[in-house]
């Protein structure tokens, strides 16, 4: 073996990866070979005790036909205990194959620990410092060093819950949203701290991991964010709302900003004026979400109607609105992707793949065990990033197919229902990011070309 790895073009990391799974598949197959040596012997011994049963019962002139069926019922149980010996593992195997390869696929790199309350929203810069954004029910906004995990900037201008946040396509500018009714813009300044070396903290990523003890949502030692700059005041507020802002986004060009309401109506402000354009009506019920396009002036607001509505503000004089009518019950989120497409998901456990050409029905639909949270589609490789109630995290293609769950287990990923996840796919060291009512944000690195070639 020696000398064939020294021979070897494959990296070691590879390598050695390739011959811990074929321990493990050896050290499988060893426990089959013995536990079927062991059942040889049993059926040897069954047969020795059924021929010496039907001596003593030919003397008593049992029928061959009762015979046949006494030995009959003790092979099929001796078949089922096969079965379930050889299924049992075979899935041990099958899970050795998932285990080692997807180590090397889902790994989280930095966990994000400060907030004081659950993080509904997080979000990646657009421009250059890249830092990572976090929205959380403790009334802050948090934003964080990706590579550190340090905090760089407290923002403390509400007085609700902070529900959502948005960075500025080529500004300093973040946007939030907040359960005080209103949204608000403000301007921050960071420097981003020297990057350490990061530990790889990977797990295993397979089917069968072990159920984390549900322990409570990390400590924080003494208040992390409290010796980072504090941004008190906003440098716009926006108003006009009557009920809880639970979303805001930028829109094409960063000149006006959409904002969505529990009081059923999605607002279109001017940046400069904080004046309202426009007021969206129309959902039956509360909002829960709203996104625009990144590259047209086109708005999509979710609600807990069932639906979700295409707003389209491409041409001044006419403002087209398209109604999707797909799920059964709260639709939590509807994002754009390249192209004509829009992704939606849902508390009714499904996500759907719309084209935008035609409304009447979805492209692709995904089932879930689990109520779906903010998704966010990763735009070059189309990959889909759905947060679960249930505090998973998975990965899907846009037609449907499953790639990848993230991690979890008693020792990392989410404790509790994960709110939102925010792809950041040039990112050299996370390039995927969560966050959930655990109080903490996560950064995953996602090795994209690896997920895709297992697929």
Known sequence: MQAVGMDSKLPSSVRSTLLELFGQIEREFENLYIENLELRREIETLNERLTAEGQAIDGAELSKGQLKTKASHSTSQLSQKLKTTYKASTSKIVSSFKTTTSRAVCQLVKEYIGHRDGIWDVSVARTQPVVLGTASADHTALLWSIETGRCLVKY???????????????????????GDQTAHIWRYAVQLPTPQPVADTSQICGEDEVECSDKDEPDVDGDVSSDCPTIRVPLTSLKSHQGVVIAADWLVGG???????????ANLYDVQTAELVHSLTGHDQELTHCCTHPTQRLVVTSSRDTTFRLWDFRDPSIHSVNVFQGHTDTVTSAVFTVGDNVVSGSDDRTVKVWDLKNMRSPIATIRTDSAINRINVCVGQKIIALPHDNRQVRLFDMSGVRLARLPRSSRQGHRRMVCCSAWSEDHPVCNLFTCGFDRQAIGWNINIPALLQEK
């Not at 000149?255 to 109506?265: E, H, M, P």
């Open 156 to 178: 403390t201008g509400h007085v609700g819950s902070v529900n959502s946040i948005k960075f500025h396509p080529s500004e300093q500018l973040a946007l939030t949203a907040s």
């Open 255 to 265: 000149q006006q900003v959409v904002t969505a309401s529990w009081d059923r109506a």
